[in-house]
């Protein structure tokens, strides 16, 4: 994340009465349109897609301690990964 100086887009006594409450840190503004993680890089149908292989490794025979180890994750994790991948695509599920 890039920083924009306060200068440069907010009036003089805005940047006043914020200084009364924090002088000289920086500080984070939420946005007010909040996005869904993920939906700006990626990550999120990046992480979808691994489970999905996931998931169908299983589903061709391949033993869920086998799957932790090639992805280098816990048993219980791709227990988690199975049963929810299960809820999203119920008619694949065994």
Known sequence: MSYIRAEEVL????????????????????????????????????????NRRIF???QSGTPILVLADRYAVSDKSIQRILRKMKETEPNRAT
């Not at 200084?19 to 993920?38: E, F, H, L, M």
Request: charged letters at 30%.
């Open 11 to 50: 009036p003089r006594d805005l940047i006043d009465a914020i200084q009364q409450y924090v002088d000289g840190k920086a500080i984070y503004i939420p946005s007010r349109q909040k996005k869904p993680w993920g939906s700006g890089t990626g990550a999120r149908t990046d992480l979808f897609e691994g």
């Open 56 to 58: 169908e490794e299983f």
